[in-house]
């Protein structure tokens, strides 16, 4: 039986692990009865996948044990059609699987309005005449039966995008009572876990770079919702409450467009909030908004996210160029030429994936292409020179870890597994009826790979 009021339907019924306990607060779980306090939190969280890039923000899923083989006649539970376009990653808390979409509509307009600001040198993409209804939708872990779907807004977006970008390419993020999900410049939505709205925030038109679209992902630290709005106009951060949406605090950065999801450190002496970025790495502090710390030297058109490993962050970047480095987060200032740089890395860094971080080593991807570095991540070594993945050709999905495996999915449906080694080795190839742009999740024994028609959920026999 399904039940539809205002736009959302019912169907059935109505990082790392020691700095969770002290970023939540009382927080609840699944379902308006349950409240849980933030030992449960911290307690629950390396279990799913609720944010970005996982439990520990760096790709690894450390309780996970997916499977290694599948194709479509093996090893899939179930398999949903997801209506129309979105390639951010799916989110897992308890029994819900949320992903957001948006979805074009047969509502046109004769004239489109007039945007204002364009971009420098103008647009290359195609201005969209349908309006598009944005929606979150919740699937049963189990079975992927819809939970609830709710519409966040029907709008018509002032910007098109690129053809491999979508309108709805950020992921969602949970603290396990609240829902947080971001379509950019059509707003950033709270709802609760069974899909009542909580709150909306308008930030503004994002103007992206040639009009590719935009797609960095809101990170969350107790009550701070933390968004990276950089763009080819004013470029922002702003710390929203995460409880009402309110700004605690907005600064303004010399920024142009980027793609790249804050990461979130909390630090004895105080957390900081890293933003990998174009012009300047920049390092804040969550309660002020101070800046803290700063490093150039990245590329045009950052996309991959920062990853923490000990006392020092990670990040690298690599459209027209290529580069990585360890940046001590106990630097203060301009760090740019200082020996707060502990390593630097040139060659074969990613430009749409984001790094991998399984213990101590750090993989990552060469450009878009299906060739995989490994360095130590303390001393910028490398442990395995690049080398090609057999059987895969572009990679737009971010790899992920769990049980000594490395997982890379394709764009062409294609996911080789490989052992995490230093001589890795191909443990499996898998082919699918679809193709992936968004990064995997992994949570237990199931794999959940969100295709460009398709969500998949991939486990063992039971």
Same mark, same amino acid.
């Given at each position: ?33 349950? /409240?849980? %306090?933030?030992?449960? !939190? ?41 209506? $129309?376009?979105?390639? $951010? ?9 949320? &992903? ?30 349908? /309006? =598009? ?6 699937? @049963?872990?189990q079975t992927g039966e819809l939970r ?15 053809? %491999? ?5 950020? +992921? ?7 829902? !947080? ?9 709270? !709802? ?34 933390? &968004? ?18 309110? %700004? ?8 142009? +467009? ?6 979130? &450190?909390?630090?004895?002496?105080? %957390? ?11 390092? =804040?502090?969550?309660?002020? $908004? ?61 430009? &749409? ?22 360095? @130590? ?11 090609? *993945? ?5 990679? =737009? ?5 769990a049980q000594d495996r490395i997982y ?7 996911? *080789? ?18 193709? !992936? @742009?968004? +990064? ?23």
């Amino acid at each position: 039986m399904t039940i539809s009021n205002a736009g959302r339907v019912f169907s059935g019924r109505t990082l790392l692990l020691g700095w969770l306990m002290a970023g939540f607060g009382t927080v609840g779980l699944c379902g308006a009865e349950a /409240r849980a %306090t933030a030992p449960d !939190f911290a307690a629950q969280s390396p279990y799913q996948w609720h944010q970005w890039r996982g439990p520990l923000a760096n790709g690894t899923a450390p309780h996970g044990n997916p499977p290694i083989r599948w194709s479509e006649d093996q090893h899939i539970r179930w398999k949903v059609r997801i209506p $129309g376009e979105g390639s $951010g990653t799916p989110i897992i808390w308890e029994d819900l699987v949320f &992903v957001a979409t948006a979805i074009e509509t047969d509502q046109t307009v004769d004239r489109l309005p007039e945007i204002g600001q364009e971009p420098p040198g103008g647009y290359r993409t195609q201005r969209p005449r349908n /309006r =598009y209804r944005f929606e979150v939708r919740a699937l @049963d872990r189990q079975t992927g039966e819809l939970r609830w779907r709710t519409t966040a807004i029907e709008a018509l977006p002032h910007e098109g995008r690129h053809s %491999t970008n979508t309108y709805a390419s950020a +992921s969602p993020i949970t603290d396990g009572r609240r829902l !947080f999900v971001s379509f950019g410049s059509q707003g950033i939505f709270a !709802f609760d876990l069974e899909g009542n709205p909580l709150w909306s925030r308008q930030l503004g038109r994002m103007i992206t770079r040639s009009g590719w679209g935009e797609g960095a992902s809101p990170a969350l630290y107790g009550d701070a919702l933390i &968004v990276n709005w950089d763009h080819e106009g004013e470029s922002f951060l702003v710390v929203l409450d995460a409880q009402t949406g309110e %700004t605690r605090w907005r600064v303004e950065r010399d920024e142009v +467009s980027n793609w790249s999801t804050p990461l979130v &450190v909390p630090r004895a002496e105080g %957390t900081q909030i890293v933003v990998n970025a174009t012009r300047r790495t920049t390092s =804040y502090d969550l309660a002020s $908004g101070e800046i803290l710390w700063e490093c150039g030297g990245q590329t045009t058109n950052v996309i991959p996210s920062p990853v923490l490993l000990d006392d020092k962050v990670i990040v690298m970047s690599g459209f027209q160029g290529t580069v990585a480095c360890a940046i001590r987060l106990s630097a203060t200032g301009d760090v740019s030429d200082s020996e707060d740089i502990v390593w630097r890395h040139a060659g074969q860094t990613p430009y &749409v994936p984001s790094p991998l971080l399984v213990g101590e080593r750090l993989y990552f991807t060469g450009v878009n292409s299906a060739i995989l570095t490994c360095l @130590d991540a303390r001393t910028g070594r490398i442990v395995t020179q690049p080398q090609r *993945l057999p059987g895969l050709r572009t990679l =737009y999905a971010s790899p992920v870890a769990a049980q000594d495996r490395i997982y890379l999915v394709s764009r062409e449906g294609v996911a *080789l597994v490989i052992a995490d080694r230093p001589n890795w080795e191909v443990l499996a190839t898998n082919r699918l009826d679809d193709g !992936f @742009d968004a +990064s995997p999740a992994i949570v237990g024994d199931q794999l959940f790979l969100r295709g460009h028609e398709y969500l998949y959920c991939i486990g063992a026999e039971e």
